[in-house]
Nanobody, 124 residues
Framework: QVQLVESGGGLVQAGGSLRLSCAAS????????TAWFRQAPGKEREFVVG????????YYEDSVKGRFTISRDSAKNIVYLQMNSLKPEDTAVYYC?????????????????WGQGTQVTVSA
């Protein structure tokens, strides 16, 4: 089993920044790709960004390109999501997820392990 714990969410004004962390523990290995998803009230969970197991490949949804940056500290088993220039439409619960594959996927069903989520609220 793998446990994921997100942290770093909060309330920020539009244009501000937050950094989310996703710490993995348990039977982790270097073969896990990681992604961040988000879910706003009344909406489906959506893919935001993914990073390959090695950290050399990333994929961003168009809505966050140029504003969000994902990175991985493999030694610490932590994946970060730096979010800059935040907008009210970024408000959601953010989840990290990992899958037993080298490459990330945009499909929710492709991920086996999920964190509990962290709330991000961006005020206008």
């Amino acid at each position: 089993q793998v446990q994921l714990v997100e942290s770093g969410g909060g309330l920020v004004q539009a244009g501000g920044s937050l950094r989310l962390s996703c710490a993995a523990s348990g039977r982790t290995s270097s073969g896990y790709a990681t992604a961040w998803f988000r879910q706003a009230p009344g909406k489906e969970r959506e893919f935001v960004v993914g990073i390959s197991a090695s950290g050399t490949s990333t994929y961003y949804e168009d809505s966050v390109k140029g504003r969000f940056t994902i990175s991985r500290d493999s030694a610490k088993n932590i994946v970060y999501l730096q979010m800059n220039s935040l907008k009210p439409e970024d408000t959601a619960v953010y989840y990290c997820a990992i899958r037993g594959s080298y490459f990330h996927s945009r499909d929710v069903a492709a991920y086996q392990f999920w964190g509990q989520g962290t709330q991000v609220t961006v005020s206008a």
